[in-house]
């Protein structure tokens, strides 16, 4: 049964940081593509940042480019998100996601594994 637990979430003043974590059980970590998606009420979910199943390749969403990284951990079948320089717009709910293919993609409905989301709220 494959698992995807986020963690790292949390309340953060604009201009702070936060990391996610996503810890993967249950899969070949080491070939599958990883990404992140978020939610905001009201909204549908988007596409924040991506990573391949090497992790020579990333992708980013324009709204979060040079201020949040996306980095893996094969050994610890560990993917997180390094968010700096956070704003009241980055709130939403956090999903990891899982694709079983080496390379990402931008699209959600690609990712065959989710994470249950944790909630990233900046106050202004």
Do not use: H
């Not at 249950?26 to 009201?42: S, T």
């Not at 480019?65 to 968010?83: C, E, H, P, W």
């Amino acid at each position: 049964q494959v698992q995807l637990v986020e963690s790292g979430g949390g309340l953060v003043q604009a201009g702070g940081s936060l990391r996610l974590s996503c810890a993967a059980s249950g899969v070949d970590f080491n070939r599958c593509a990883m990404a992140w998606f978020r939610q905001a009420p009201g909204k549908e979910r988007e596409f924040v940042a991506a990573i391949s199943g090497t992790g020579i390749s990333t992708s980013y969403a324009d709204s979060v480019k040079g201020r949040f990284t996306i980095s893996r951990d094969n050994a610890k079948n560990t993917v997180y998100l390094q968010m700096n320089s956070l704003k009241p717009e980055d709130t939403a709910v956090y999903y990891c996601a899982a694709r079983p293919a080496s390379f990402y993609s931008l699209d959600p409905k690609a990712y065959d594994y989710w994470g249950q989301g944790t909630q990233v709220t900046v106050s202004s």
